[in-house]
């Protein structure tokens, strides 16, 4: 990877296609961006070991989830 770009997302998802964390959540699945869309955001302040980690990753999935599961609940 040579650029960072800007993408927002609605949620990230379990995905039997896309490759990102492959494995970590599920066997034979990683996770993807759900309705991406690029701001237009070059971030040309940026270098490839800046932008979003594996690990990041995982770990915005996983607030998701809690952030989720409190809704749930308040709805009960």
């Given at each position: 990877p040579t650029t960072v770009l800007e993408v927002l997302?609605?949620?990230l998802t379990v995905s039997p296609?896309?490759?990102a964390a492959w494995g970590a959540i599920r066997p034979g699945a990683g996770l993807a961006i759900r309705f991406p869309r690029f701001t237009g955001r070059w971030r040309d302040d940026k270098g490839p070991e800046d932008?979003?980690?594996t690990?990041?990753?995982?770990?915005m999935?996983?607030?998701q989830l809690k952030?989720?599961?409190k809704g749930t609940a308040a709805l009960a």
């Open positions: 997302g609605a949620e296609v896309h490759t932008a979003t980690t690990k990041e990753l995982l770990e999935y996983r607030q952030q989720t599961k």
